[in-house]
């Protein structure tokens, strides 16, 4: 994970840089460092913790410069403190490198550096890396670009590297290898970064570095890029489409909740162009353009990690069920190494926020390389997954900065269900009449979800009555199945409360022997879908006295009887209850790590982008 962020040009690099990391904490928060070069020094300053304790150290140092590096770690090698964290000094203190990714033969380049009489202070692959440039740069006799160059060629990993030189403070030279990298071009001055987040404020010219790509960026020139094979390219300048307010707060207390509000405009965005009301149909143009694909799949694999997994299996519900086609939902860390069955009449679907996630990008790969044919769908425009596959639908959700994916997963599942209602529709395996109900209904999801986060409030109260609770079980059956389990993860992941996610009907194969009046039981009981075995299974729990908080169809008298707290949702088709539902479980989440002081945004050991392994 790692954020990295460069820049060289005529105003001072300190506060750029600065502001950069605050926007990247979300890939990490465990250390931070920045280095500089001025008056023909090179300063190199680090924190351990998050990037407040590098400015607060910064503050009495001297931080002028107009290059410098900047990095927020997010451990792999090495214990997240001062020694292992970003950036590192070469040998000589000539270089200083910082770097997102892990390299998986540094121990065999450590160990012929050492021979050559290199030594070493930390426990970082970074370090090595850095050590084997000037290595290669003294023994080559070459410039920084050409050393960068030779040094991976003997590289085996993921990466994305800036690399500045104490005695040529015009260059900073930047290469990637399945870690993210973006160059902003502005004038006479040059931005880089993990994402386009740091680089929106002062240019929409933005290059994505391609993968085993070098770019040399130097004062008075334009970009540079050649291949690590040494093959020269020439940049693709592409227009940002981002705004600064997006990566704001917008007055609330926490990114999580904000993006939790944004849900019914980022609905909208999903849909925006692609469901028309007077038309009663759904345009996807990656669909459109690529029909024959669909409609002859005889399987369809998802493949994802984390949030977007439960997403996928949404998906798997809706393309079962619309267009009568065999899908396995598979976590890509699984996936990409069991040997799975894939041919070319598979359609494979990498689900991803980030475009990022190394599982889910190698997947990806696997499946490319038997011959499927790949349709991402991701958050990120212009990352790895999508630049890999063969065509896609983004999902428009806007940047997601709190490190609990909320707005990403409901876009996700609006996004799957367009792509079954489609095919179901052109396959015929759906009726028109039930197609243009749910195109109809698609477009009040976000009015219904308005109705839902009404009772915020509501929420709020309740949620602190159960920052007691060491333990959670969430239950719902058929589409709200993967909602339980993501309401599940939501709370775990933020608020550190133990939490899990079962069908309904599997409590009595076992987790029932959990059941007593400690036990939370949040339970998933809406009118659509399953609705009397369900009341059958919270039955089964009031009997054994667990305290059952139930999400209800507005109007549900007899859940609501049965719960300890219950909370409306709109009724709809079965199919969109998940967009619904999702909401309160996300909120209790939200309201209860907030009560039981956690940090919401950056929850421990966890980072938003998953680019190692
Ligand atoms: C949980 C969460 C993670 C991500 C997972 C995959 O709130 O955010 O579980 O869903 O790391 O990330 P992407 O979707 O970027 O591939």
Not at 431 to 437: L, P
Request: hydrophobic letters at 40%; a neutral charge; one cysteine or more.
């Amino acid at each position: 994970m790692c954020g990295i962020v460069g820049y060289i040009g005529k105003q001072q690099a300190y506060p750029i840089l600065i502001k950069g990391l605050q926007r990247l904490e979300y890939r990490g928060y465990d250390s931070a460092g920045i280095a500089l070069i001025h008056d023909g020094k090179l300063n190199v300053y680090k924190a351990k913790g998050k990037v407040a304790d590098l400015v607060q150290f910064a503050s009495q140092k001297d931080i002028s410069g107009n290059i410098g590096i900047a990095h927020t770690r997010w451990a792999t090698h090495g214990e997240p403190n001062l020694v292992n964290a970003h950036p590192h000094y070469s040998q000589s203190e000539e270089l200083a490198i910082i770097h997102n990714g892990i390299i998986e033969n540094y121990a065999l380049l450590k160990e012929g550096l050492i021979k050559e009489g290199y030594t070493f202070h930390s426990e970082t692959d970074t370090e090595v890396l850095v050590q084997l440039i000037e290595y290669v740069k003294k023994s080559n006799g070459v410039d920084l670009t050409s050393a960068v160059q030779l040094a991976l060629n003997q590289v085996i990993g993921a990466y994305a590297i800036c690399v500045i030189e104490k005695s040529f403070p015009d260059v900073i030279v930047a290469a990637r290898k399945g870690s993210p990298l973006v160059v902003g071009i502005g004038i006479d001055e040059f931005f880089l970064a993990s994402d386009a987040t740091p680089i929106v404020e002062y240019t929409d010219q933005v290059v994505y570095v391609g993968d085993e790509e070098i770019v040399t960026l130097q004062r008075g020139k334009s970009i540079e890029i050649k291949t690590i094979a040494n093959v020269q390219k020439t940049p693709e300048i592409k227009k940002l489409e981002m705004t600064i307010s997006q990566l704001e707060k917008g007055g609330y207390p926490h990114f999580m909740i904000k993006e939790i509000f944004e849900q019914p405009k980022t609905l909208s965005d999903s849909m925006r162009g692609r469901v028309s009301i007077d038309e009663k149909s759904i345009k996807l143009s990656g669909f459109i353009d690529n029909k024959e694909k669909f409609l002859n799949a005889k399987r369809i694999i998802i493949t994802a990690c984390g949030t977007s997994w439960h997403a996928g299996l949404i998906g798997k519900y809706a393309f079962e069920e619309f267009a009568r086609i065999p899908v396995e939902v598979e976590y890509s860390s699984e996936f990409r190494y069991r040997n799975p069955v894939i041919n070319e009449q598979d359609l494979v679907i990498p689900i991803s926020q980030s475009g990022e996630t190394a599982d889910t990008l190698a997947a990806v790969e696997l499946a490319k390389s038997k011959g499927a044919f790949i349709f991402g769908i991701c958050n990120v425009v212009g990352a790895s997954i999508p630049r890999m596959t063969h065509s896609g639908c983004y999902t428009h959700a806007g940047p997601e900065i709190g490190v609990a994916s909320t707005k990403a997963f409901t876009a996700q599942v609006t996004v799957l269900l367009m792509l079954a209602l489609l095919i179901g529709k052109e396959k015929g395996t759906i009726t028109n009449a039930f197609y243009e109900k749910c195109v109809e209904e698609l477009a009040n999801i976000p009015n219904k979800i308005k109705r839902i986060l009404e009772q915020n409030e509501t929420i709020s109260q309740f949620a602190k009555t159960f920052t007691y609770a060491q333990n959670f079980i969430y239950l719902g059956r058929g589409y709200n199945f993967p909602v339980a389990l993501e309401g599940a993860l939501k709370l775990k992941e933020i608020s550190y409360i133990h939490a899990e996610g079962y069908p309904a009907a599997e409590m009595k194969h076992g987790p029932i022997a959990l059941i007593s009046q400690e036990m939370p039981v949040v339970v998933i009981a809406t009118k659509a879908g399953m609705y009397e075995k369900v009341v059958s299974n919270i039955q089964e729990i009031k009997a054994r006295k667990g305290k059952i908080i139930s999400i209800v169809t507005e109007g549900d008298v007899v859940v609501k009887n049965l719960s300890d707290y219950s909370i409306s949702i709109p009724d709809t088709e079965e199919c969109f209850v998940p967009l619904l539902a999702a909401i309160p479980l996300q909120l209790m989440a939200y309201h209860i790590a907030v009560v039981k002081g956690c940090n919401v945004d950056q929850p421990r050991n966890l980072a938003k982008s998953v680019t190692v392994e």
